[in-house]
């Protein structure tokens, strides 16, 4: 309790804390000059501390509360006082009521003010971000939650797209030569590694007659799925047309005259080398339509064969005529025909595989069964890559001529 606070105003007037007394009716009885400052206005003694100095609600309120206090009773509110001459002021009102003779009154209110303002800028910016952040949050789970939804569908669109590269994979291989003849004469051995799911190299082999088997080699422009149903389409061509045409010069012009006739348009076309082996003799007919020639593997040295034969690539335009070269197999021979996809393998940093390196890998290999040369010869290749992936199809075909039947 202070009992006679009219002694201690002289006291307030030195503090830096704002501080006013007031009487039962809410009536100035004293301030000191730090709550002026404060409030940014004069007070004068009988001015009550009412609508003009805060809002109508809470003067009330603050008159109710203060009107509730018993001796000794603190009280604390947030209040905002009116400024004639600014922004209104925030401020944290800490008030008790005294019981002392101050002049007239006896039992007195006193009040000490702390202005806050920043601090309520402060909580508001703190407010406003919590909000924003709760807002970020629910915007951010509502975006989760499409993308989700998004992943949903697109991993059922893609189990589709697979389930049916599959089928197609399936198809394409069934459309890829798998059984290679073998004979007392010759055995052949071939496989196809796309690059992709399925890709746009074709090999074939067609027992012509009785005496001559047809072999082919070719690879369509491009790789993936585009190429790969101008495969589908070419081998019906290929079976159609090969059987008719015992030379290969007259076969390839036929082709062409198809492949243009039917992809022109679309920029499709294609390189292809083909070999007819007459199965007695070991007399073996060449034709190259762009292709890169074959290479005949002996075991002092590896021949380059089919240079003197060939055309244009098949598509490129609507006439084009092809020559066929004529060579004799010796026993031992192995050809080899491929694709650019083996001899342009390559490393991360853009160094080719090439075909002498293949040549000279195939002729160390040549008194292994065809199909662990195929083998190893993949393996190497995929090892000169280092894990580079493939950039196009790779197909490799081995023919073997052990010994004639005349």
């Given at each position: ?80 006082f009116k400024n004639d001459d600014g922004p209104a002021v925030s401020g944290i009102v800490v008030a008790s009521r005294l019981v002392a003779h101050l002049g007239e009154h006896r039992s007195s209110f006193l009040i000490v003010y702390t202005d806050i303002t920043n601090r309520s800028a402060m909580e508001n910016i703190m407010e406003s971000s919590f909000d924003n952040f709760i807002q970020t949050t629910i915007n951010l789970d509502d975006a989760l939650k499409r993308i989700k939804m998004q992943r ?255």
């Open positions: 309790m202070i009992h006679e606070a009219a002694f201690l105003m002289p006291g307030f007037d030195c503090l830096p804390v704002p501080i006013v007394l007031l009487d039962d009716n809410l009536m100035v009885i004293y301030h000191n000059p730090a709550a002026q400052r404060a409030l940014a206005r004069p007070f004068r003694p009988g001015h009550a501390l009412g609508e003009r100095m805060l809002e109508q609600a809470l003067a009330t309120t603050l008159y109710q509360a203060l009107s509730g206090l018993s001796e000794n009773d603190r009280l604390e509110k947030d209040l905002k949903t569908v697109l991993s059922r669109f893609k189990q589709r797209i697979t389930k049916e590269l599959d089928v197609a994979r399936t198809v394409q291989k069934s459309i890829i030569a798998s059984h290679f003849p073998t004979s007392l004469a010759f055995e052949s051995f071939g496989t196809n590694r796309p690059s992709e799911e399925i890709g746009g190299d074709y090999l074939d082999v067609i027992q012509l007659d009785s005496h001559h088997m047809g072999f082919i080699v070719a690879d369509v422009s491009g790789h993936g799925v585009a190429p790969a149903l101008v495969t589908t389409i070419l081998r019906a061509w290929v079976h159609d047309l090969f059987p008719k045409h015992q030379h290969l010069g007259s076969f390839f012009s036929v082709l062409n005259k198809l492949v243009y006739d039917t992809f022109n348009t679309t920029g499709f076309y294609l390189t292809a080398f083909g070999m007819i082996l007459n199965t007695t003799s070991g007399e073996m007919e060449l034709c190259s339509a762009g292709h890169d020639a074959v290479i005949r593997v002996r075991e002092m040295d590896c021949t380059d064969l089919g240079t003197k034969s060939g055309g244009r690539v098949i598509g490129a335009l609507e006439d084009s005529s092809f020559t066929s070269q004529m060579v004799q197999l010796v026993p031992g021979d192995l050809i080899v025909c491929h694709t650019d996809g083996i001899s342009e393998a390559r490393t991360k940093d853009g160094a080719f595989y090439g075909r002498e390196r293949m040549a000279d890998f195939i002729r160390s290999k040549r008194t292994h069964t065809l199909k662990e040369i195929v083998t190893e010869l993949l393996a190497d290749v995929d090892s000169f890559s280092m894990g580079e992936k493939a950039h196009d199809d790779q197909t490799v075909l081995l023919i073997r001529w052990k010994t004639s039947l005349d």
